[in-house]
């Protein structure tokens, strides 16, 4: 990829990554891959780098910079998150770059020491309010703690209504395109979300608070230049608009997305037959649904779905007096996404003993979705009267979603 000017003396430095299918471990799927976003800016006296890349990526960043400018003439280097997907560069840089100074935030100096070791770096830290002048360009600082770590910030330069908020507004999507005209718009904006669901879904309310002090601090842009993935230069509002939505619990708009999420394992297909039972009545009532078993689709993808939906149902046999260790991650990953404002369900069968019903509902109600009273648990495989009771919590379920 070669480097791409985003505004007149800033460029993109970053390296597209087109085969990670793992992220953050493996709690987040990237199907298709990511990019590390890293931005030159030339002033008229002095250059700053903004962000570095994973360290892998290292080369590919060097080689970007070196066709663009000497190294050594790099004054500054902008670190607006100390995570390693974005700092992993950082010590080469520094090294081929002998008199940049770092900026970043407070919250970033000492885990910035702490990753890389006190390798003597003359580091500045800015608050919220303080700028670098670059001549010409003048990049402000606004910290964002929790968006999604402490440390975190966004750059902006009103010169170029240019926004870099580094994670923040950013998806996970390799492309041989940087921006938003370029690519697809279905595509772009399913990979948002379930960027949003996956990583920032907790923070809704920061996330909301921020974008409102960004309107009375009366911030200009017209570009959104995330640390991950594509551009926002054609219709950045598109994106804001979206995490206003996501943050209070609004599906995007001209989005048709399930109202209901079902996830489910089976051992001998009793607890599938369930699933299946509350699937058909919900969609006969008139509900739009989506059932996942769990043992088949990953469950990033399902957090996705979840974010929008205004219902989960869990289904799960018994083994071990516990639900399937299979829907563990999921249901503890929800405890600490905390979805705001679901409704939820929950059922199962068990053979000799049961026991995952109730976990399921404790689990559910943990995550903070408000669980329906009583739930369906049969004993080994549903008969005609098991199946009604599945059916019945569908219609209970579709009439406290229109009560809602
Ligand atoms: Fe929080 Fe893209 O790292």
């Given at each position: ?71 050594d003439k790099i004054d500054y280097v902008v ?250 991650s999921l249901l503890d990953a929800l405890k ?69």
């Amino acid at each position: 990829m070669a480097v791409v000017e985003v505004k007149p003396g800033v460029h993109w430095v970053g390296a597209v990554d087109w085969n990670v299918r793992q992220f953050h471990g493996a709690t987040y799927s990237t199907h298709r891959g990511t990019t590390y976003n890293a931005y030159l800016v030339e002033g008229e006296k002095y250059t700053a780098l903004v962000d570095t890349v994973h360290a892998p990526f290292t080369d590919v960043l060097v080689g970007h910079l070196e066709s663009l400018i000497d190294l050594d003439k790099i004054d500054y280097v902008v670190v607006n998150h100390v995570e390693m997907d974005h700092t992993g560069a950082l010590p080469k840089i520094m090294e081929l770059c002998p008199k940049a100074r770092i900026y970043c935030s407070r919250r970033a100096e000492e885990p910035l020491k702490q990753h890389f070791g006190d390798l003597g770096w003359d580091m500045t830290t800015v608050k919220t309010g303080d700028t670098l002048e670059l001549g010409g360009k003048t990049i402000h600082f606004i910290e964002a703690p929790m968006l999604h770590w402490p440390d975190s910030m966004f750059s902006f330069i009103p010169e170029d209504k240019l926004l870099m908020p580094n994670d923040a507004f950013g998806q996970h999507l390799a492309s041989s395109q940087r921006f938003d005209d370029e690519v697809d718009n279905a595509i772009l904006m399913d990979e948002a979300a379930k960027y949003y669901a996956n990583i920032l879904l907790p923070f809704n309310a920061l996330v909301a608070r921020k974008i409102k002090e960004i309107v009375e601090m009366g911030i200009e842009f017209d570009t959104i230049a995330p640390a991950h993935g594509i551009i926002w230069r054609t219709n950045p509002n598109q994106i804001i608009e979206a995490y206003v939505n996501w943050s209070g619990g609004v599906e995007t708009p001209g989005r048709i997305s399930p109202e209901v999420v079902i996830v489910f394992d089976t051992m001998w297909n009793s607890t599938e037959l369930m699933a299946e039972a509350i699937c058909d009545e919900l969609s006969v009532l008139g509900c739009r649904v989506n059932l996942y078993n769990i043992g088949k689709t990953d469950y990033s993808d399902i957090i996705r779905e979840i974010l929008e939906a205004k219902a989960v149902v869990f289904g799960s046999p018994t083994m071990n007096n516990a639900m399937l260790p299979s829907l563990s991650s999921l249901l503890d990953a929800l405890k600490g996404l905390k979805p705001q404002g679901k409704l939820g369900a929950v059922f199962g069968s068990h053979g000799w003993r049961g026991g995952a019903v109730k976990q399921l509902a404790s689990s559910l109600a943990e995550a903070g979705i408000d669980v329906l009273e009583t739930g369906v648990e049969v004993t080994w495989v549903p008969d005609s009267e098991d199946i009604a009771a599945c059916r019945d919590l569908a219609r209970r379920l579709d009439e406290a979603l229109k009560t809602k």
